[in-house]
């Protein structure tokens, strides 16, 4: 899921271990009759209505990236709606229970803490009494794999769709390679029955920005956290590169066989030059057009005195 919820507050034991870990984000000592721990379920393993799931790799991969984050109301990042700060985090087995598609299911569970100030006391209230429950991650994933061919769902060699049943195997993308966890947020009525991850808004933004900085004439200066970004997109976009030429070299020779399939001889030059100038979408379409059945065109035999058909004795056609 991408949505997780607030899990009921156990005893622990390493009480003091983890106020050292909240005052380590506080800038006086805290104690502890001022902050209310909680544990929060972020996100697991299991397919959600997106047809999306994390690889296990990936959550244990975010479990470094989300400790210190914050937790916002609704996921409106503003200074009033910051309530929580996480402390820890880490992946479990939830013993007894599989994924839709049977595996063990894992989750990613984090410890977090609200200062108990009047403002909060309503939301910690809130908290105890079950009514504020369910949360929602915000996070950025590197890729998405398809369940059935095994490929990126961003990439032209696969052709498969979210949700459909491809010889008895289920389509789902699973989000691997996590490049950065924004927030988790307090939400009042989830996106999605046990996921809602905004997979990489804050991203596309970003490079929309530095897309129009760039046009103008002005110099452009980039943090090193912005410029590491910069690189992984453009090293991103090389990959869907990579993809898309060596799909569209595999379209290409689908197309001269099914035109030496159909008759048509051509020289290598004439060919190559015909078939270069056009695009994925035309060569997809010629090709689609080439592999159809021929239409059978059935003759009429008529006799030259009337119009129904005959045997084979005088005809006309």
């Known amino acids: 899921m991408k949505n997780g919820i607030v899990l009921k507050n156990a005893a622990f034991d390493g009480a003091e271990d983890e106020m050292a870990l909240v005052n380590s984000y506080a800038r006086r000592e805290l104690s502890a009759e ?18 999306e799931r994390f690889s296990l790799e990936a959550l244990r991969e975010m479990e470094k990236l989300f400790v210190g984050k914050t937790g916002i109301l609704d996921h409106n990042p503003t200074a009033n709606n910051q309530k929580a700060r996480i402390i820890s985090c880490k992946t479990e087995r939830v013993e007894g229970r599989a994924t839709a598609v049977g595996d063990p299911l894992y989750r990613l569970t984090a410890r977090a803490y609200i200062l108990r100030t009047d403002g909060n006391r309503e939301l910690i209230e809130q908290i105890e009494a079950g009514i504020v429950k ?3 991650v915000g996070c950025s994933m590197g890729s998405t794999v398809c369940s059935v061919c095994g490929n990126d769902m961003r990439s032209p060699m696969c052709e498969h769709h979210k949700g459909r049943v491809y010889d008895g195997t289920l389509c789902y993308g699973e989000l691997r390679k996590p490049r950065d966890a924004y927030e988790f947020s307090f939400v009042a009525v989830p996106a999605q029955r046990a996921a809602g991850v905004i997979k990489s808004g804050v991203k596309e933004k970003q490079m929309d920005e530095w897309k129009k900085a760039l046009g103008t004439e002005g110099e452009v200066t980039l943090s090193k956290g ?33 035109l030496r399939d159909k008759g048509v001889e051509l020289d290598y030059a004439t060919e190559n030059c015909i078939i270069g100038k056009l695009s994925v979408g035309e060569t997809q379409a010629l090709l689609k057009a080439l592999s159809k059945k021929e239409r059978r065109v059935r003759a009429q035999l008529y006799s030259a005195d009337s119009e129904k058909p005959v045997g084979n004795t005088e005809f006309r056609i």
């Open 34 to 51: 001022e902050v209310y721990l909680f544990t929060v379920a972020l996100c697991d393993n299991d397919v959600d209505r997106d047809y």
């Open 134 to 136: 369910e949360v929602s």
């Open 226 to 258: 912005e410029s590491d970004r910069l690189r992984e997109y453009i090293a991103e976009l090389q990959q869907e590169h990579e993809y898309a030429k060596a799909y569209r070299e595999e379209l290409v020779g689908r197309l001269k066989k099914a």
